[in-house]
């Protein structure tokens, strides 16, 4: 037969030995009947605890087990003195509590379930249900089991304990389905006022005690610090004591053997001093020469490693050279072998090659005189028809073309910046926006010989034929790569400063909106439009635009 033991909250099995030597003592073959084993009966008992958790259902049919479990009151305020977490200590319990339950309830005939508190109050009960588990014997054959009594918790320990087992009802529960499956248990009460108030004037006494306590360890502290402030007074006068007294046996030595030897203490003391000054000289001199010394070394080590550094640098770059080398001769070897046969086919390459790049050369100087007489063309017939199809100026799109900062920052302060641009912006060469270069326009559009405003000509003729106002902005090509503004009156400027740089749209093939704006999110959450941030913030910030991917039929 097998004994095992289980527990819950780790209780303590040492009193166990004793119910042990009872039943080693006072058991034998004739009391038994047959149903417990020699093993019973050993000097040493054959107890194997295992842990509530480890419990196996599945266990043999000659394995007796004996399930103790502690009251959460007992334990929650022996927890409580040992300074353990009240929450891990109920998780545990409510765990191995579980793992007894399950176990009992499916192994009745080989288990008992008992009460730690229960059994350590009265040990011989246990010895009553041994028939229950197949151990039968005559309990009138045993004597009283009594243990040395143990204080199990004091007052508020207890209150504690009744306190949080009544507020947790997980554990009220857990605990009644554990005391209706013992065989012996301890019914613990609720305290009572007595108790309460008893727990209440212990706690008042250890408080007192403990302020008492402070206040000896505060006056103790007190009484020290005096007590080092005076030792540290008492060792600075000894110093100085003993200071005074070296410095007056020095000074009467000095006396004493001025008054003897006055003069050739004189001597001697020129003497020494004209020797120190020498050998102080000397000491220069040699700690020059060692400085000299040592940074020459310094110098020899650094140029030794150098030469070295260089050395090995040109062996291996001999040794490359040396391999470049073989293999050249082969590639030569090689390509001698195979000139006379490619020598007239490159010539004749050559020929076609060179002929290719006259006529590319041909054709880009006649590409550029057609561009620049287009220009000019255009321009003459811009100048020549601007009486004829001149358009009233919108003053929406004057506005929108006309930033007030812009123009102050250039002229400075202004009454009246628009009627200062419109009377003298033409001649100070003053640009109305950011996206208006005035020079730009007169310049690259060949209207020199128009005397009227470069805002107002763009409005008025520039923006219908396709002038372009600033070298990021191309109005021509802005309008063929969005065909859906082909409409009578649409000034490409104006609808790419309003609409097109948030719809991502490009103003030219130099500068892509939406890569800026995605390369920059700083731009895009100041909702201004792109290229005006370039030309306003971004060139001074060294950012960087990207090209359009947009491709002109032109």
Not at 171 to 198: G, R
Not at 225 to 233: N, P, V
Request: with cysteine; glycine share 4%; aromatic share 8%.
């Amino acid at each position: 037969m097998k004994l095992k033991l289980s527990s819950v909250d780790n209780c303590n099995l040492d009193e166990l030995n004793t119910l042990w030597a009872v039943l080693t003592n006072h058991v034998n073959d004739s009391q038994i009947d047959g149903s417990l084993s020699a093993e019973l009966v050993l000097s040493e008992p054959p107890w194997e605890f295992i842990p509530p958790l480890y419990l196996d259902a599945n266990q043999e049919c000659d394995e007796k087990y004996f399930l103790f479990y502690r009251n959460p009151i007992v334990g929650l305020g022996v927890a409580i003195n040992q300074g353990r977490l009240l929450n891990d200590y109920i998780n545990n319990w409510l765990g191995s509590a579980r793992c007894l339950i399950g176990f009992q309830k499916l192994n009745r005939q080989n288990s008992l379930l008992i009460d730690y508190d229960a059994f350590l109050a009265n040990p011989s009960a246990v010895i009553k249900h041994f028939n229950k588990i197949g151990i039968t014997c005559n309990t009138e054959s045993f004597p009283e089991i009594s243990l040395p009594e143990k204080p199990t918790i004091d007052g508020h320990s207890f209150l504690t304990g009744s306190v949080l087992v009544g507020q947790h009802r997980e554990l009220q529960q857990t605990l009644t389905e554990l005391q209706a499956s013992s065989v012996l248990f301890k019914d613990w009460t609720k305290p009572s006022l007595k108790q309460a108030f008893s727990a209440i004037e212990q706690y008042q006494g250890m408080a007192v005690q403990f302020q008492n306590q402070d206040q000896l360890v505060q006056g103790l502290m007190d009484t020290i610090e005096q007590k080092s402030s005076a030792m540290l007074l008492l060792e600075s006068k000894s110093s100085e004591v003993q200071l005074q007294l070296t410095s007056a046996n020095k000074v009467s030595e000095q006396l004493l053997l001025e008054s003897n030897n006055k003069e050739q203490v004189i001597l001697s003391l020129k003497e020494r001093e004209s020797e120190n000054k020498l050998l102080l000289l000397q000491l220069h001199q040699t700690q020059e020469e060692l400085e000299q010394i040592y940074l020459d070394k310094k110098a020899l080590e650094h140029v030794t490693q150098e030469s070295k550094a260089l050395a090995e640098k040109q062996a291996n770059t001999l040794t490359s050279i040396g391999n470049e080398a073989k293999e050249l001769k082969q590639t030569i070897s090689a390509l001698q072998s195979e000139k006379g046969e490619t020598q007239s086919e490159n010539e004749l390459l050559l020929l076609q090659l060179h002929q290719v790049q006259e006529e590319l050369e041909y054709y880009y100087l006649d590409n550029e005189k057609y561009k620049n007489t287009v220009k000019k063309l255009k321009t003459r017939i811009v100048n020549s028809t601007a009486n004829k199809e001149k358009t009233k100026v919108n003053k929406n799109e004057l506005r929108a073309l006309f930033n007030k900062e812009w123009y102050k920052k250039q002229a400075g302060k202004v009454f009246r910046p628009l009627s200062h641009y419109l009377s003298k912006g033409r001649n100070s060469q003053l640009n109305p926006h950011p996206l208006f270069d005035a020079t730009y326009y007169i310049q690259h559009n060949h209207l020199e010989n128009v005397k009227e405003n470069p805002l107002i000509h763009f409005l008025s003729i520039g923006a219908i034929n396709g002038l372009s106002p600033h070298p990021l902005f191309d109005a021509e090509w802005y309008m063929e790569m969005n065909p859906d503004l082909a409409e009578d009156g649409i000034n490409p400027l104006v609808h790419y400063l309003k609409f097109g740089g948030f719809e991502e749209r490009d103003p030219s093939p130099r500068f892509s909106s939406k890569a800026y704006l995605e390369h920059y999110p700083d731009v895009q959450q100041s909702e201004m439009n792109p290229l005006m941030h370039y030309i306003v913030f971004g060139q001074n910030e060294d950012r960087i635009i990207y090209p359009s991917r947009l491709q002109s039929k032109r």
